[in-house]
């Protein structure tokens, strides 16, 4: 039944749409009318009788077109006719485009027919729309010109040159690259603020944009080898690379694409993985050395009442890391880099991409704060932050970032200001855990520095601390590129760091006063 249905549903657009066509195809080929009529009832027969047949074609016009031409040459051979062709001008509006053997007239059947539609995936749009419109749609060379603003002249042409690169691409056996089915991961640190829409996070993370970059970088590439290495049809890859483009993630020189950040590939994270195991252990040891001092000392800056010098530790390991990392690129004259480029949809951003690893890294320590899309509320900037563990699940236990308001309250309380709080924002303070109540009174959870506090050292501690200082710092200039991840691990190892029952989730928060 759905057999006949089919049968019916073509033979009515074969009527409908193609038996005027035919007719004037034959006039034109004939020069007589009589001789027209009976050549395209010829055709007709031929189509009727094969779709009863049972012929499904894969291309229906094509089908047509094809029937017509070789009851044509039939027809011509048996009268002789051989002058009975016409400028292709004429012929333009109703037929395929010349009389010369086309790629289309010996891949009407099968797999022939696919290998075209794979051929049809990579050329590039400008020949693609052409030969899809003449052999798919079936639309005439004015038709088409008119709808590319082009003279017909120039579709023919293109026309031509499309035929002969999609008959020397089915001769060849296309091998897609690796990455067509084995695709590649790729992890990324950014740094500065992220757009409107989450550029560059809710770009990056998509698996076809982390092999697009992989292979583009520093390695220029056309569209058109971009589709065949990862296997993805031209008009869709050309899509994607230009929205890539827009969005500052590649750049395009000439037809070539490359990708617009550094990538770190395996060979080198290795180097510099070694490099920080050769200072890692002493490192970290003179870090929770100076804290140690530090904290002894009466009259510190940090007020770790709150939460207790077990959590506070978490913070001021992560923050003195990070001092004295930014010290030694300092003395080696590397200059400060604050300033982030302007980014699509408002953002302001560098990013760095890093190959996959074989072998198992330290835990990434990330460093958040807050965020706002509209100046007019922030009333004061806060001096708010959080590291964010990659250990344990702590990272999912607290938001990537709070809102202004939220960290606007954060700061009201921990300064005494709590009656000026909004109850909206504290409720979400509390349930995120950064606020808590202690006794009915509402109290900071988290590491609270003062600016404002004396910190009188005696000689002899300040010596000591200078000295731990040029030692530390003379560890960084050994291992430049050392992460937080070495020191924290080592730090929980050694037991100067605790993560137990009475870790707070959201440890490695902090806010300056």
Request: glycine content about 6%.
């Given at each position: 039944m759905?057999?006949e ?10 009527a409908?749409?193609?038996m ?16 027209a009529e009976d050549?395209?009832q ?16 894969t ?8 029937i ?22 004429d ?17 009407i ?17 400008d020949y693609?729309?052409?030969?899809v419109?003449?052999?798919?749609e ?8 008119a709808?590319?603003s ?6 023919k042409?293109?026309?031509q ?12 056996a296309?091998e ?5 089915y084995?695709?590649e ?17 809710s ?26 290495e ?12 230009e929205?890539?483009?827009r ?13 617009n ?16 195991l ?6 970290t040891?003179?870090l ?9 000392e ?22 003195l ?16 880099n604050?300033q982030?480029p ?5 953002g ?28 007019s ?6 001096d ?6 990659c250990y ?17 309250n954060?700061?009201?309380v ?6 000026a ?36 050292y ?5 010596e ?25 691990e080592?730090?929980?190892e050694?037991?100067?760091l605790?993560y ?8 490695g ?5």
């Amino acid at each position: 039944m759905a057999q006949e249905c089919m049968q019916d549903r073509l033979i009515a657009e074969f009527a409908e749409s193609y038996m005027e066509k035919l007719f004037y195809f034959c006039l034109k080929k004939t020069g007589e009318v009589r001789e027209a009529e009976d050549l395209t009832q010829d055709i007709a027969l031929n189509v009727i009788t094969a779709l009863h047949g049972g012929t499904v074609p894969t291309s229906f016009g094509a089908w047509v077109w094809q029937i017509a031409r070789n009851r044509y040459a039939a027809w011509a051979d048996a009268k002789h006719k051989h002058n009975a062709m016409l400028c292709s001008a004429d012929i333009d509006d109703y037929e395929i485009e010349d009389e010369q053997a086309s790629v289309t007239d010996e891949l009407i059947q099968g797999e022939q027919m696919a290998l075209l539609r794979r051929e049809l995936a990579f050329i590039r749009s400008d020949y693609r729309n052409i030969v899809v419109a003449y052999y798919i749609e079936n639309r005439s060379m004015r038709d088409i010109a008119a709808s590319l603003s082009l003279q017909v002249e120039t579709v023919k042409k293109r026309l031509q040159r499309a035929r002969k690169i999609l008959k020397e691409g089915m001769d060849m056996a296309r091998e897609f690259g690796i990455r067509s089915y084995k695709p590649e991961q790729i992890a990324f640190v950014m740094n500065g603020k992220s757009g409107k829409r989450g550029q560059p996070w809710s770009i990056i993370t998509h698996l076809l944009y982390k092999n697009i970059f992989l292979e583009t970088y520093e390695n220029p590439e056309t569209a058109e080898e971009l589709a065949l290495e990862l296997g993805i049809a031209l008009p869709y890859m050309e899509d994607e690379l230009e929205f890539l483009v827009r969005e500052q993630l590649l750049c395009k020189e000439g037809d070539r694409y490359q990708t617009n950040f550094d990538i770190v590939s395996r060979e080198e994270q290795r180097k510099v993985h070694e490099a920080n195991l050769a200072v890692r252990d002493e490192l970290t040891k003179k870090l929770c050395e100076m804290l140690d001092l530090y904290l002894a000392e009466d009259g510190a800056k940090v007020n770790a009442t709150y939460i207790g010098d077990d959590n506070a530790k978490w913070t001021l390991l992560m923050r003195l890391f990070d001092w004295m990392r930014f010290t030694a690129a300092e003395q080696r004259g590397e200059p400060e880099n604050c300033q982030y480029p302007d980014r699509p949809g408002d953002g302001a951003w560098t990013l760095t991409g890093y190959e996959t690893i074989d072998w198992e890294k330290p835990s990434f320590v990330g460093q958040h704060g807050w965020i706002s899309h509209d100046e007019s509320e922030i009333k004061q900037n806060i001096d708010f932050g959080q590291f964010k563990f990659c250990y344990q699940g702590l990272y999912d236990l607290t938001p990537d970032l709070l809102s202004y308001p939220e960290a606007y309250n954060l700061w009201l309380v921990c300064a005494g200001k709590g009656e000026a709080c909004e109850r909206a924002y504290v409720d979400r303070l509390l349930e995120y855990g950064y606020l808590k109540t202690v006794d009915g009174v509402l109290t900071p959870n988290v590491v609270v520095f003062d600016r404002n506090a004396e910190k009188p050292y005696n000689a002899t501690l300040t010596e000591r601390l200078g000295a731990l200082k040029q030692e530390i710092l003379a560890l960084f200039d050994k291992a430049p590129a050392i992460e937080r991840g070495y020191v924290l691990e080592k730090a929980i190892e050694n037991g100067w760091l605790r993560y137990d029952e009475n870790t707070i989730k959201t440890v490695g928060a902090y806010i300056y006063l």
